[in-house]
C-alpha cells in the first residue's frame, strides 16, 4: 500500500525497480496525508450558541450540507459514518453532541431503524433566536440610541452626528 514503486495490484510500476526507494515509511506517508486531510470548519457563532465544540461542528456541518445540496429547511440524510468521516467524531461524541443541539432546539433529528442514513433538520428561527439573544447579551452594555452630551434627554439625531 505505502510501496511507491508498485500499482495498486502489487507490480512494479513502469519505470521502477526493486532497487528504487520504495518511498517513505508507512507511519511518515499516513502523518504527512493527514496533514493534508480537509480541515474541520466550525463556525464560531455556533460555538457559543452551543458552549461546544463538538455540537457546533455538527451544526456546522449541517448547515454546509443545507448549502452543498440547495435543502435549506428541508430533511438532510446523513449515513451514520458522514459525521465520523468529515469531523473525526466517534459515535459517543456524536450523540452527546446531537443531545445537546436537540436539547437546545437548534436541530431536529429522526433516527432510522434500517441501514438508511439518519435525517437532520436545521431548526433556523431557534438558531436565529439564540444568535440574537447572544449579540444582544454582548451589547447590553452599549447605550442605545445614542444620547448628545449637552441633551440627555433627547436621543442624537443623525444630522448633528454628520455635522
Request: net charge negative; proline share 10%.
Amino acid at each position: 500500500m505505502y510501496d511507491m514503486r508498485l500499482d495498486p495490484e502489487g507490480s512494479l510500476l513502469p519505470g521502477k525497480t526493486w532497487d528504487d526507494s520504495p518511498g517513505l515509511p508507512p507511519a511518515e506517508a499516513e502523518m504527512v496525508l493527514s496533514m493534508l486531510d480537509v480541515p474541520i470548519t466550525i463556525d464560531r457563532c455556533f460555538v457559543e450558541i452551543c458552549g461546544d465544540f463538538a455540537a457546533a461542528a455538527m451544526l456546522t456541518e449541517l448547515s454546509t450540507l443545507e448549502s452543498e445540496t440547495g435543502r435549506q429547511h428541508a430533511w438532510l440524510q446523513v449515513p451514520p459514518d458522514e459525521f465520523e468521516r468529515r469531523l473525526a467524531l466517534t459515535e459517543p461524541q456524536q450523540r452527546a453532541a446531537r443531545r445537546l443541539l436537540q436539547s437546545k432546539g437548534l436541530i431536529g433529528h429522526r433516527r432510522r431503524k434500517s441501514p438508511q442514513a439518519d435525517e437532520f433538520r436545521v431548526l433556523w428561527p431557534s438558531v436565529v433566536a439564540l444568535l440574537q439573544r447572544k449579540a444582544e447579551e454582548r451589547t447590553a452594555h452599549i447605550v442605545w440610541p445614542p444620547v448628545h452630551p449637552c441633551h440627555p434627554d433627547q436621543p442624537e439625531r443623525l444630522e448633528e452626528v454628520q455635522s
